[in-house]
């Protein structure tokens, strides 16, 4: 009995060695048919000569030239609001009202006073003549007469007093009208109709912002400030171009107008202010926005996209296309815009370079070009052979619903 269990247990083991052996050996040879597949389908591009900026990237704010909050100089009730919150203005527009009476009375009541004293004023001065002729006959004394020559002086000061009066009043009476100081939009009301406004108020009525011009404020690394002041110093004009948050759409061009004086010890970086008309009103007060300061521009390079660069551990290369095969090529890269970048040594114009597909590659690969610059090598279908794909798939519809 025990003979035979022994038996049984090695036919068991050979057989499932049998079988692993069969199952790798088929692996094995699944595999190899697989390495041994068609050419790789890649895109590819021409190396091509062109112009390519030179730019420095910052992190920015938007930043209005103005922002000024409408705060009350007089106490009283406000009257009227004649703004819509979110409304566009001009400098000069009609904002609010505060109630005008009591300012107003107190001008009435400097007029009055300035009235009264210039008729005594006038009173004073005839005496004065008549005293002048009578000294002169030696009729009054002469303590009388410059008696009356300094009560002519005292009616002048009190009618200079009443003038001044008048003007603060009229500059009381001003304050209860609020007008725009610059052409921007409001924010939100601070305060309603009804309510007493002052001049302690710390958020005001409203708040006015310049959208056009506006600025936006943006850093640099401190080690790009000698190229720029160079530029600042020769009068150069140094263009500016804010994109996005995802740094994906531009948004709008402007030109370099501030340096601030000081690099900032935390970050090592300094300040910079460019300006944008602003237009289109793309552009809102503080949006964060990625903003490029375009510094040169280098005519006539050696240009391939972005897109064919490849990394490894011999450093950057690219995918060079040989006839049917690829080879890896090392290159030396320079300034690089947007989908575009400079190839200062490892490539010569004309040369192919592989854009699309290079994850499938090795180096010397077979290939198949499916598209040049972006264009597919394949031939347009025929109107012969839509027919035909038509005639398939219906076919294959009638025979899959029999």
């Known amino acids: 009995m025990r003979g035979l269990t022994k038996i049984i247990i090695a036919g068991v083991v050979v057989g499932a060695g049998i079988f692993a052996w069969n199952h790798w050996h088929s692996g094995a040879s699944g595999d190899k048919s697989k390495n041994k597949g068609g050419p790789v389908p890649i895109g590819v591009a021409t190396v091509k000569t062109g112009d390519i900026d030179v730019y420095l990237n910052g992190l920015g704010n938007v930043t209005p030239r103005t922002t000024v909050i409408i705060h009350s100089q007089i106490t009283g009730p406000l009257i009227k609001v004649l703004f819509k919150e979110g409304q566009l203005v001009k400098t000069g527009d009609l904002l609010a009202e505060i109630d005008p009476r009591p300012y107003q009375a107190l001008l009435e009541q400097a007029e009055g006073f300035k009235t009264r004293d210039e008729a005594l004023l006038k009173e004073a001065r005839i005496d004065l003549q008549r005293y002048q002729t009578l000294y002169k006959q030696d009729s009054i004394a002469k303590q009388q007469l410059d008696v009356q020559g300094s009560l002519v002086k005292q009616y002048e000061g009190a009618v200079l007093n009443d003038q001044g009066q008048i003007d603060s009043a009229k500059t009381q009476l001003s304050y209860t009208k609020f007008s725009s100081p610059v052409i921007g939009r409001v924010g939100l009301r601070q305060v309603d109709p009804g309510n007493i406004v002052q001049p302690s108020d710390a958020n005001g009525i409203v708040v006015v912002t310049e959208l056009q011009p506006i600025t936006t404020i943006f850093t640099i690394p401190e080690d790009n400030i000698p190229v720029v002041m160079t530029h600042i110093q020769n009068g150069d004009k140094l263009i500016c171009e804010v994109w996005d948050r995802d740094n994906k759409h531009k948004l709008t061009t402007g ?134 794909d038509q005639s398939h798939h219906k076919h294959k519809k009638q025979s899959d619903s029999n």
């Open 255 to 388: 030109v370099l107008i501030a340096i601030d004086n000081q690099v900032d010890p935390t970050t090592g970086t300094v300040k910079f202010r460019a300006e944008f008309a602003n237009k289109d009103n793309k552009l809102f007060p503080s949006q964060f926005v990625n903003v490029r300061l375009r510094l040169d521009t280098k005519k006539d390079v050696v240009l391939m996209p972005t897109s064919a660069i490849q990394r490894g551990t011999q450093g950057t290369f690219v995918y060079l296309v040989k006839d049917k095969e690829v080879a890896v090529q090392p290159v030396e890269l320079g300034t690089s815009e947007g989908e575009s970048v400079e190839v200062v040594k490892g490539l010569q114009v004309g040369d192919s370079v592989v854009v699309d597909g290079g994850d499938s590659l090795r180096d010397g690969s077979s290939i198949e070009i499916a598209s040049v610059d972006g264009a597919s090598t394949q031939p347009a279908p025929t109107d012969k052979d839509k027919d035909k």
